[in-house]
């Protein structure tokens, strides 16, 4: 779904990192929220675009120095270090943790 949106609005070349970042918080939310319950919210930018996913869990992300040894505990590392940038907000019904992805053809 990811990458059939971001090819419709021309950023192909967000679709790989973008995918894993979008597979990373959706995954948190079936590891550690109390309800599967979310909505995934993708936004064409003029300088890229921006992926956010809410839920209902107030505990926020924690990026940890990953262990490469162990088989989890690396997806907030990964995602801190191929967005350009990354947040969550706080809401009165949970969370939403939120990325940004610059498109190469954009300047800073």
Not at 24 to 31: I, P, T, W, Y
Not at 38 to 43: D, G, K, R
């Amino acid at each position: 779904m990811v990458g059939a949106r971001l090819r419709q609005w021309g950023r192909e070349e967000l679709i790989t990192a973008a995918a894993m970042c979008v597979t990373e918080l959706l995954s948190n939310v079936h590891k550690h929220a109390a309800s599967p319950d979310c909505v995934l919210v993708l936004e064409n930018r003029p300088y890229g675009i921006r992926a956010a996913v809410s839920d209902t869990e107030p505990s926020l992300p924690v990026v940890k120095e990953p262990d490469f040894l162990s088989e989890s505990g690396r997806g907030m590392f990964l995602l801190s270090k191929t967005a350009d940038e990354w947040g969550t907000d706080l809401n009165p019904t949970g969370k939403t943790v939120w990325f940004t992805l610059r498109a190469e053809s954009v300047g800073p």
